[in-house]
């Protein structure tokens, strides 16, 4: 069954650039999504289809892609961009659900 | 503006049901697919059942079917998830979210959650 993998947390200082990866087999033939969820509040789309960014979710957002992995990068990291960040894709080999990550706490220092 | 707005939420014993509700606005019901997707205390996000705008295709993760079941009420522009047999482990937050219709499904929207404790 595809799973995907994250890092369970990253550190990074203030002004710093943060990169969080997600691996996972289904990711040479399927899309990734990035989710962005603070504290007590429901997730955040943040990167949609690898590297497209929804209105309104900052420049300093960006994602990339290589062979079955997908990365989050985060350049001039602020204190507000500490929380937990999750990727997702889906299995298409017959159930067609929905997978997510295990998470990546990201602290900023 | 889109907005969704679960309900239904709360306490019940293992082996009870509840049904829970995500009532949607600003944008074309049916045109799009409703996920719900559950985080349970200190835990990751899962996803847990998908319906389509149409109501036609309909998917569940393994643990929960035969369980639950997701409908929608296109009249009411609501979609339900009825969970029968409840668990312990089926404790969680549980948020509906719109899906953007692509080749690779993500959700763009999400509501706040609502919480469901399965506990004697």
């Known amino acids: 069954s595809y799973e995907l993998t994250q890092p369970p947390s990253v550190s990074v200082s203030p002004g710093q650039t943060a990169t969080i990866t997600c691996s996972g087999d289904s990711l040479a033939k399927h899309y990734a999504h990035w989710y962005q969820q603070r504290p007590g509040q429901a997730p955040l789309l943040v990167i949609f289809?690898?590297?497209e960014r929804p209105s309104g979710i900052p420049e300093r957002f960006s994602g990339s892609t290589s062979e079955t992995s997908v990365t989050l990068t985060i350049s001039g990291v602020q204190a507000e961009d500490e929380a937990d960040y999750y990727c997702q894709s889906a299995d298409y080999s017959g159930s067609y659900r929905r997978i997510f990550g295990g998470g990546t706490k990201l602290t900023v220092l | 503006e889109v907005q969704l707005l679960e309900s239904g939420g709360g306490l019940v014993q293992p082996g009870g049901s509840l049904r829970l509700s995500c009532a949607a606005s600003?944008?074309?019901?049916?045109?799009?697919?409703i996920s719900w997707v559950r985080q349970a205390p200190g835990k990751g996000l899962e996803w847990v059942s998908a319906?389509?705008?149409?109501?036609?295709?309909?998917r569940y993760i393994d643990s929960v079917r035969g369980r639950f079941t997701i409908s929608g009420d296109i009249s009411r522009n609501t979609v339900y998830l009825q969970m029968n047999s409840l668990r312990a482990e089926d404790t969680a937050v549980y948020y509906c979210a719109k899906e953007d219709s692509s080749s690779s499904p993500y959700f763009d929207y999400w509501g706040q959650g609502t919480l469901v404790t399965v506990s004697s």
């Open positions: 600003g944008f074309t019901f049916t045109n799009y697919a």
């Open positions: 319906v389509s705008g149409g109501g036609r295709n309909i």
């Open positions: 289809q690898d590297t």
